[in-house]
């Protein structure tokens, strides 16, 4: 997931925010399906500088591709033109996990950014929130690296952000055995720091 080296990281935008970012980025903006499948095929197949992609995110990802599907598929019967049928989201759901696969197998460093589900109880676990039930453990398995990123209680006026690794709390793990279970500051320069200091330890 992190190198030694760094190269400028291109942004997969699916969000079109990116406002928590502080320096000048590579973006391809997607509005459609076919720009995802477009941006896939330019980053798999074209001559470029790149060497870390960021999927932001993917929630937005399954909602493109569900108006894919909805827009594609006209013939089906729906109880409303534009709500989703079972048999919409069972496709959606197929045409997200090829993505997603894909998208890891790129001869890259991949980093995909999802939301979290909200916890009904307080023993809940913090997971990916994803449409599909399988959708969020079947990413989170296919990841070396999955961090929860939040915000600390703080009494300051901003509150430090701080990214956990391999927590009991939260879907997390490191398959790399070297990052600590938690990194405050966690920017792009800081998680490299970390990692590649954690590598000379090692």
């Excluded at 995802?36 to 932001?56: E, G, I, M």
């Excluded at 909602?63 to 048999?87: E, F």
Aim: proline share 5%; net charge positive; aromatic share 10%.
């Amino acid at each position: 997931m992190f190198a030694s080296t760094w190269p400028d990281p291109v942004f997969v935008d699916i969000d079109k925010g990116l406002a928590s970012i502080r320096h000048k980025v590579n973006r391809i903006p997607i509005s459609s399906w076919e720009n995802l499948q477009s941006a896939y095929s330019y980053l798999a197949n074209a001559p470029h500088k790149f060497k870390t992609v960021v999927v932001d995110s993917l929630n937005e990802l399954q909602k493109v591709a569900m108006n894919h599907v909805v827009g594609s598929y006209t013939g089906i019967r729906r109880s409303y033109d534009s709500l989703p049928s079972q048999s919409d989201y069972g496709k959606m759901l197929d045409d997200f996990d090829k993505l997603v696969r894909a998208f890891r197998s790129l001869p890259m460093h991949v980093v995909l950014i999802c939301n979290v589900a909200g916890k009904e109880f307080e023993t809940d676990i913090v997971q990916p929130q994803l449409t599909g039930k399988s959708s969020a453990r079947n990413v989170c398995r296919m990841m070396d690296v999955v961090g929860y990123l939040f915000k600390a209680d703080s009494s300051e006026p901003t509150k430090p952000r701080v990214m956990v690794f391999d927590d009991v709390n939260f879907v997390t793990k490191d398959r790399s055995g070297v990052l600590p279970s938690t990194v405050n500051d966690p920017t792009f320069t800081r998680l490299h720091e970390v990692w590649i200091n954690s590598l000379k330890k090692g």
